[in-house]
Structures are given as C-alpha cells and as structure tokens.
C-alpha cells in the first residue's frame, strides 16, 4: 500500500517568513495530493490540493509542487502570519482512500 | 446537513466497556470514512465504506473494531472491550468522489480509563 512520509515535524518561524514542508509517497500510480490544515481542537480542512498532471499550483499565499519521479511533493506558505499556525497534513491517493503523512506542526512567531 | 456529525464529541469509558461513535454524512456524499488520530501522530485509516458496503476494513486495529452503516448515511463505529490503547480521537470523513473532497467531521475524543 501507499506510504507517505512528512517532513519536518515541527517548524517555527518568524511572521513573515516562508515555510516549506516535505513530503515523499511511495506509489507511482497516486496521482491525487492535497493537503490538509488542522487548528488545535478543529477538524482536519483542505486548503490546496494538485493533481499528478499538474506541477505546481497556486492560491494566494500558498502553492503546492509536484514532482512525480521523485515522488515527492511540497507546501509553501509565504508571508507567514499567527493564523497559519496549525498541523499540516499531506495526503496521498491513487484510488478511493487517502494516505496521509504524520503532520507538521507549525508555529508563526509574531 | 450542511456538514459532516460526529456524536458523542467527547467520550470517557472505563476500560472494558463497549463503545458506540456515531456519524452522520454531508446528504448524498456516498462515500464514507473512518480514521484515527492518536496523540502527535497522523491519521490513521480504518474502514472504507461506498454506499452500505465496506470494501476495505484493512485499517481495523483487531476484531474489537466494527462498523456498519445503514441507509448510505449514517455509520456507527463500535468498539468492544476498549483498552487504554484505544483512547485517541476518532474522525469520520465523507465525499462524493472518493478520495477527492473529504470532508472531515470535528471527531469524538475517545478516553479509555
């Protein structure tokens, strides 16, 4: 089956700044990745997905890469603000389920 | 309903008790979700149900785990005999296209004492 692998862990940065978070699958035939934001005691929600025929997308403050023969696939935040502060999650699926990596906590400092 | 329920949102059983978490999708979604989140850790898929039927009950930690759902709507997740190990947070998602789309309920907070 499908494993995705997230890095880093945890992540602090300087309101401002940009952050980048990893993450790695290991099946070819995934071809669906979105990412998941999760606020301390609220449900996991969507903010920015892309499809396998698609290398990089945008909306606003954050983009998503792709690049399917390393297989792995990235977040960017720019201009990081408090209210990013959350876990993220990538998530990876070739079918009817998604696989998602273990999350990355990460923290805006003002 | 305009979102994905979950009930009861907080649970505290004592260890051995059987367990019942309920949710109830976004009308239509036919597909629908379980997973779980332990502490610092990702979520954890569980079981995979399209309309009634559960094509996938891999992530079923061992036979104390079961769900059903009835009607293409409501699931009920129960677990019998629940450990210490079983105390996390339990999330049901749904969509209408498979893995594209899930909508996550706000979960149950399951603690086992």
């Known amino acids: 089956g499908e494993n995705v692998e997230q890095h880093p862990s945890t992540l602090s940065v300087q309101e401002g700044d940009s952050a980048v978070i990893k993450c790695t699958y290991s099946?070819?035939?995934?071809?669906?990745f979105p990412w998941y934001k999760q606020e301390l005691g609220k449900r996991p929600q969507l903010i920015i997905d892309?499809?396998?025929?698609?290398g990089e997308k945008k909306d606003q403050r954050i983009a998503v890469t792709l690049n399917k023969t390393a297989k792995h696939f990235s977040l960017h935040i720019t201009e990081t603000q408090p209210e990013d502060s959350a876990v993220y999650f990538c998530?990876?699926?070739?079918?009817?389920?998604?696989?998602f990596g273990k999350g990355t906590k990460l923290s805006v400092i003002p | 309903g305009a979102g994905v329920s979950q009930s009861p949102s907080n649970k505290v059983t004592e260890k051995g008790k059987d367990v019942e978490l309920r949710c109830d999708p976004i009308s239509g979604h036919t597909a629908l979700y379980w997973y779980r989140q332990s502490l610092g850790q990702g979520l954890e898929f569980l079981i995979y149900f399209q309309g009634n039927s559960a094509p996938d009950k891999s992530g079923l930690p061992s036979d104390r785990f079961s769900a059903e759902r009835t009607g293409g709507s409501v699931s009920t997740l129960t677990i019998q005999r629940t450990q210490q190990e079983d105390s996390a947070v339990y999330l049901c998602?749904?969509?209408?296209?498979?893995?594209?789309?899930?909508?996550f309920g706000s979960g149950t907070r399951l603690t086992v004492v």
């Open positions: 099946d070819s035939a995934s071809n669906y």
């Open positions: 998602a749904s969509s209408t296209q498979g893995a594209n789309g899930y909508t």
């Open positions: 892309i499809r396998s025929n698609v």
């Open positions: 998530a990876a699926s070739g079918s009817y389920q998604l696989t």
